[in-house]
């Protein structure tokens, strides 16, 4: 009998042992990087992590540890074995003489160690190949041993007749081809077979290739001549893939789905397993007791129309003493009424039917009003810019309560909520003479794409005055930071602030397809998340302008932060923006808001040029002897926005080169110490 039960308690004591390590893990291990929640198997640090699923935190950046190069994470998630990175994208360039002068295949191998993890996602990425003449394709997992060097190959073919053959939105061989990607891919390695570039360099001198998100790339021609530094956003699916099927794994030493209620599940892509919570709980399946139960009575999903009580696991409906229904989960609950009362219920039911024959009419009115509305602010031409989604009334309404309302000005409200499980910040106009500026808002927004500049999810034209759904930013604006909280900031994070924000600026001046110009740049007008990235908002007042156009218009905007050439002339050019940019650097480096009582730009400027003592009107937290030089060099930056002559004022792109090159200082400067 006892050497019966050995095998029964070395099994038992080997998954009492893979699930204390699992718990002992994540104790007392990191579990955020960068905003990011990281869980195990995921983990940072020694010990914190299953093999294959090392995450490092490289300066607040979560990164992939087992790939050939780093990989910036942007999303994991646990649930759905999901976790979105940012791979290279493969390309090769040509000279005139129609050879390939410089060249990447983008190549990064996924999985650098034998756990083997990772497969490019099939159900969420496409191959995307742009150029003139060529043929783009994957190679995928190396060495099979078979007549190729690689076991996967597919691509696409891209061909243009002339400059004008390529149109923004279509991907169908012309400029741009796409494929959709085979299970099993575990390698970013793109090539290339070249045709003939030679009449084709002047709008399309290189050829790329690249894995993408399918809902996170949309063509546009400018994409020809596009940065070969690029990035872009990949699904990767894992599993925990031990060469082990889950019956095996459950017998097996090392079996991850060590949670109670948990499942183990097989792999949709690539071999191997993952582990999931059984119905009627949620949480983590790979630690112990990760998965818990889930209260639905307290969830819209899980229908009752009776009375609910949870039960582990899951939940009984039943209807109150007095009361009856065929099904309770499906169908409401009815009294049990004797004849006398159905009688009485019948003529209440007349009543009844009149009052759903005025409801349906009142309803009817609502809805050739909401149409109305929707012609009225400009919905057909709003439903032809893809990248903004038309949400309903019903969608937006139940953010729009009190208790959600997070901002109010004369502009408006701001309401924060939630779209699914995005969180957003919705924007409702108080003024309905402002329909010229949303409309010209929603289309600005459409055409950027910008880390540095606020998201337009969406807006709702089926109201009076359009209601605007934009990415949540937590931490609020920089007016709120630099004279409301006062949140201590030292001087990288300010240089941090000025230089991606400088960033976002030099994208809408040089990086578009037609130059935008803000028009209204302030710090108000600038956003931070929690880690105090900046975001550039309200888009409401500026221009989309072609280089050899001048546009003259009546001067909108905070007039302290305003141009005094724009002022007098009427006339918005980039340098407008560059203007205000330096009144928001000057509010950075002393803590003090530009008005025009305070002649702080005045004293600024006469304490540069005559002699140069600006450290005395710069904020007490940065005024330190170790950054005097920077501080002085910032400060003669700021007197270039500022000048009157706009010739003299620098470009935006220069601008951000010079506050990258600052902050690198400052920071091999602070590295010293």
Same mark, same amino acid.
């Given at each position: 009998?006892?050497?019966?039960?050995?095998?029964?308690?070395?099994?038992?004591?080997?998954?009492?042992?893979?699930?204390?390590?699992?718990?002992?893990?994540?104790?007392?291990?990191?579990?955020?990087?960068?905003?990011?929640?990281?869980?195990?198997?995921?983990?940072?640090?020694?010990?914190?992590?299953?093999?294959?699923?090392?995450?490092?935190?490289?300066?607040?950046?979560?990164?992939?540890?087992?790939?050939?190069?780093?990989?910036?994470?942007?999303?994991?998630?646990?649930?759905?074995?999901?976790?979105?990175?940012?791979?290279?994208?493969?390309?090769?360039?040509?000279?005139?003489?129609?050879?390939?002068?410089?060249?990447?295949?983008?190549?990064?191998?996924?999985?650098?160690?034998?756990?083997?993890?990772?497969?490019?996602?099939?159900?969420?990425?496409?191959?995307?190949?742009?150029?003139?003449?060529?043929?783009?394709?994957?190679?995928?997992?190396?060495?099979?041993?078979?007549?190729?060097?690689?076991?996967?190959?597919?691509?696409?073919?891209?061909?243009?007749?002339?400059?004008?053959?390529?149109?923004?939105?279509?991907?169908?061989?012309?400029?741009?081809?796409?494929?959709?990607?085979?299970?099993?891919?575990?390698?970013?390695?793109?090539?290339?077979?070249?045709?003939?570039?030679?009449?084709?360099?002047?709008?399309?001198?290189?050829?790329?290739?690249?894995?993408?998100?399918?809902?996170?790339?949309?063509?546009?021609?400018?994409?020809?001549?596009?940065?070969?530094?690029?990035?872009?956003?990949?699904?990767?699916?894992?599993?925990?893939?031990?060469?082990?099927?889950?019956?095996?794994?459950?017998?097996?030493?090392?079996?991850?789905?060590?949670?109670?209620?948990?499942?183990?599940?097989?792999?949709?892509?690539?071999?191997?397993?993952?582990?999931?919570?059984?119905?009627?709980?949620?949480?983590?399946?790979?630690?112990?007791?990760?998965?818990?139960?889930?209260?639905?009575?307290?969830?819209?999903?899980?229908?009752?129309?009776?009375?609910?009580?949870?039960?582990?696991?899951?939940?009984?409906?039943?209807?109150?003493?007095?009361?009856?229904?065929?099904?309770?989960?499906? $169908? @409401?609950?009815?009294? !049990?009424? +004797?004849?006398? #009362?159905?009688? /009485?219920?019948?003529?209440?039911?007349?009543?009844? *039917?009149?009052?759903?024959?005025?409801?349906?009419?009142?309803?009817?009115?609502?809805?050739?009003?909401?149409?109305?509305?929707?012609?009225?602010?400009?919905?057909?031409?709003?439903?032809?810019?893809?990248?903004?989604?038309?949400?309903?009334?019903?969608?937006?309404?139940?953010?729009?309560?009190?208790?959600?309302?997070?901002?109010?000005?004369?502009?408006?409200?701001?309401?924060?909520?939630?779209?699914?499980? $995005? @969180?957003?910040?919705? !924007?409702? +106009?108080?003024? #309905?003479?402002? /329909?010229?500026?949303?409309?010209?808002?929603?289309? *600005?927004?459409?055409?950027?794409?910008?880390?540095?500049?606020?998201?337009?999810?969406?807006?709702?034209?089926?109201?009076?005055?359009?209601?605007?759904?934009?990415?949540?930013?937590?931490?609020?604006?920089?007016?709120?930071?630099?004279?409301?909280?006062?949140?201590?900031?030292?001087?990288?994070?300010?240089?941090?602030?000025?230089?991606?924000?400088?960033?976002?600026?030099?994208?809408?001046?040089?990086?578009?397809?037609?130059?935008?110009?803000?028009?209204?740049?302030?710090?108000?007008?600038?956003?931070?998340?929690?880690?105090?990235?900046?975001?550039?908002?309200?888009?409401?007042?500026?221009?989309?302008?072609?280089?050899?156009?001048?546009?003259?218009?009546?001067?909108?905007?905070?007039?302290?932060?305003?141009?005094?050439?724009?002022?007098?002339?009427?006339?918005?050019?980039?340098?407008?923006?560059?203007?205000?940019?330096?009144?928001?650097?000057?509010?950075?480096?002393?803590?003090?808001?530009?008005?025009?009582?305070?002649?702080?730009?005045?004293?600024?400027?006469?304490?540069?040029?005559?002699?140069?003592?600006?450290?005395?009107?710069?904020?007490?937290?940065?005024?330190?002897?170790?950054?005097?030089?920077?501080?002085?060099?910032?400060?003669?930056?700021?007197?270039?926005?500022?000048?009157?002559?706009?010739?003299?004022?620098?470009?935006?792109?220069?601008?951000?080169?010079?506050?990258?090159?600052?902050?690198?200082?400052?920071?091999?400067?602070?590295?010293?110490?």
């Amino acid at each position: 009998m006892a050497i019966r039960l050995l095998p029964c308690l070395l099994l038992l004591v080997a998954a009492l042992t893979a699930a204390a390590d699992a718990e002992s893990t994540t104790t007392s291990c990191p579990d955020s990087c960068g905003g990011m929640r990281i869980q195990y198997p995921f983990g940072i640090g020694a010990g914190c992590f299953r093999k294959g699923f090392e995450i490092v935190c490289d300066g607040g950046r979560p990164v992939l540890a087992g790939a050939t190069a780093p990989i910036p994470v942007t999303h994991l998630s646990i649930r759905t074995a999901g976790v979105r990175v940012m791979l290279p994208v493969g390309w090769e360039c040509f000279n005139a003489s129609d050879e390939v002068r410089a060249w990447s295949d983008g190549d990064v191998r996924l999985n650098r160690d034998d756990a083997d993890a990772y497969r490019v996602s099939s159900a969420h990425n496409q191959l995307v190949v742009l150029g003139c003449n060529t043929l783009g394709y994957i190679q995928g997992q190396r060495d099979e041993g078979n007549d190729y060097s690689f076991a996967y190959y597919t691509g696409c073919l891209s061909f243009c007749n002339d400059s004008g053959s390529a149109a923004d939105g279509a991907c169908a061989g012309v400029g741009c081809c796409r494929v959709d990607v085979p299970p099993g891919i575990t390698d970013n390695k793109m090539n290339f077979r070249a045709y003939n570039h030679k009449e084709r360099l002047g709008y399309s001198p290189c050829d790329y290739a690249f894995f993408v998100d399918r809902e996170n790339y949309t063509f546009h021609t400018a994409d020809l001549r596009m940065e070969i530094n690029r990035t872009m956003p990949v699904w990767l699916d894992w599993a925990i893939r031990d060469n082990l099927t889950c019956d095996e794994a459950k017998k097996a030493q090392g079996y991850a789905c060590v949670s109670s209620n948990s499942e183990c599940h097989k792999s949709f892509n690539g071999p191997g397993y993952v582990c999931n919570c059984s119905m009627g709980y949620e949480g983590n399946p790979y630690v112990v007791d990760g998965c818990t139960d889930i209260n639905e009575c307290e969830r819209q999903e899980y229908p009752c129309r009776g009375v609910c009580r949870n039960t582990l696991g899951s939940y009984e409906c039943k209807c109150p003493s007095g009361f009856h229904s065929a099904d309770p989960f499906k $169908e @409401p609950c009815n009294l !049990k009424f +004797p004849l006398g #009362v159905v009688i /009485a219920s019948g003529a209440a039911g007349c009543l009844f *039917i009149i009052s759903v024959v005025v409801f349906v009419w009142l309803l009817r009115k609502e809805k050739r009003k909401t149409k109305e509305y929707f012609q009225k602010n400009g919905g057909p031409t709003l439903e032809k810019v893809t990248k903004i989604k038309l949400f309903k009334k019903e969608e937006l309404m139940p953010i729009l309560r009190s208790n959600n309302l997070i901002g109010e000005g004369g502009f408006g409200e701001v309401y924060k909520g939630l779209l699914g499980d $995005e @969180p957003v910040a919705v !924007k409702k +106009p108080k003024n #309905v003479n402002l /329909a010229d500026q949303f409309t010209n808002e929603v289309i *600005i927004q459409s055409r950027v794409m910008h880390k540095n500049i606020v998201k337009l999810i969406g807006c709702c034209l089926e109201v009076d005055i359009p209601i605007l759904a934009y990415e949540f930013v937590p931490k609020g604006s920089l007016d709120d930071i630099l004279h409301g909280s006062r949140e201590p900031l030292d001087l990288d994070q300010r240089l941090d602030i000025a230089a991606q924000s400088a960033r976002g600026l030099a994208y809408l001046h040089s990086d578009t397809i037609t130059t935008i110009l803000h028009g209204d740049i302030k710090p108000a007008n600038i956003l931070l998340s929690d880690d105090l990235v900046p975001k550039i908002s309200d888009f409401g007042i500026s221009r989309m302008i072609t280089v050899d156009k001048k546009y003259t218009r009546n001067v909108i905007g905070a007039v302290s932060y305003v141009d005094p050439v724009y002022l007098q002339s009427g006339r918005l050019t980039s340098k407008s923006d560059v203007y205000s940019f330096g009144v928001v650097l000057l509010e950075l480096i002393t803590r003090k808001k530009v008005t025009d009582s305070n002649n702080l730009l005045r004293n600024f400027i006469d304490a540069y040029t005559k002699d140069k003592r600006v450290i005395e009107l710069v904020d007490s937290e940065i005024a330190t002897t170790e950054n005097m030089e920077l501080l002085h060099s910032l400060a003669g930056m700021i007197v270039e926005c500022l000048d009157l002559n706009i010739d003299q004022r620098p470009e935006m792109i220069d601008v951000a080169e010079n506050l990258r090159a600052m902050l690198k200082g400052s920071r091999s400067k602070t590295n010293e110490i």
